[in-house]
Every structure is written in structure tokens, then in C-alpha cells.
């Protein structure tokens, strides 16, 4: 293997903080499907309420964000081009689930309240790792045409 025919190093960067990135949302999503009647008490008022009428497709949505961006992050580190659609498919998600602060009624006051940076810098990270695996495919299809 020659010099030029070797990964760069910001291509491992990215992709391990792609990897990081999306294990948190694992973690998020895992936590809050599995939080018990005693965590969920505790939990302001207004989040329970949201919780607890939160519609099936805004979970089924965050579901598929962080198992497609999760499984997209492992597919761009063993450089498979399936990469690429992962992350498309978790942006995707990303932007239905995040639909719900604008369409449901007390999401946008909640989020008023808590702050917009969670979610803005989630749909900044999606749309990242969508344009990253685009150019890595990219990278990818011409080193080998060329």
C-alpha cells in the first residue's frame, strides 16, 4: 500500500467522533425507553406531560436517528458506501422527530424553556456526517476510477 493510497487521519477523527456521537444517542434513546416509574417522577411536570402523551412516531423516529447514525458511523469506518444512506436515513429521522416541537402543542414552550442547543447542534451533527460520508464516498469512488 502506497503513501497516497493510505486513510487520512482526519478521516479516523471524524469518523470515531461520528462513532462517539451516536453511541450518546444510543444512550439517550435507551435511557429514556428505560427509565423507571421513579426516574420518570422525578422529571419536571411539563417533561412528563410531554412524555407521557408523546405520539408513537416521534419515538419511532428517534428510534431510527440513532440506530441508522449509529450503524451509518461503523459503516463509514470499515468504509462502506452503505454509509452514506445510513446518515441520510438518520437526518431524515432526525428532522421528523424534531417536526414534533413545532407541530405538538407545548414541545416549542418546553424547548423555549430549556434551551434550543441540544437540539440544533443534533440536526447540525446529522447533516455533518451526511455531507462528511458524501465526500468520503466521493474520496473513495475517484481514488479508485483514477
Known sequence: MTEESKTPVWFWIIGTVALVWNALGLGAYFQQIMMSAEQFAALPQVQQDLLSTQPIWVSA????????????????????????????LSLLAVLVQ??????????????AGQGWTMPVLIVAFALGFVLFSLRAEKAACCARSG
Open 98 to 111: 424534531f417536526s414534533s416541537y413545532f407541530i405538538l402543542d407545548g414541545y416549542s414552550e418546553f424547548v
Open 61 to 88: 423516529a428517534f428510534a431510527i436517528a440513532v440506530f441508522a447514525g449509529f450503524a451509518a458511523a461503523i459503516a463509514l469506518l470499515m468504509r462502506k458506501r452503505i454509509a452514506v444512506r445510513l446518515f441520510l
